[in-house]
């Protein structure tokens, strides 16, 4: 497992599970598009703090160069 994203893709990643999260909880108040929401904001973190995305990597796909 190889690091595939740059830096600015983990800071992007990690500001918008941050926003899906607040909405989640604020704004739609965990229904259904709000728990899908805050799963998507958990895996941008945790690929965020990893470095490797699984999608990034079965596309093709790297942002660190």
């Given at each position: 497992m190889?690091?595939?994203m740059a830096g600015w893709d983990r800071i992007v990643r990690v500001i918008l599970?941050?926003?899906f999260i607040m909405v989640s909880a604020f704004v739609l108040r965990f229904n259904t598009l709000g728990i899908i929401l805050t799963i998507i904001g958990v895996v941008f973190v945790l690929t965020s703090l990893v470095g490797w995305c699984p999608l990034?990597?079965?596309?093709g796909f790297r942002t660190k160069r």
């Open positions: 190889t690091v595939n599970a941050v926003v990034y990597t079965a596309l």
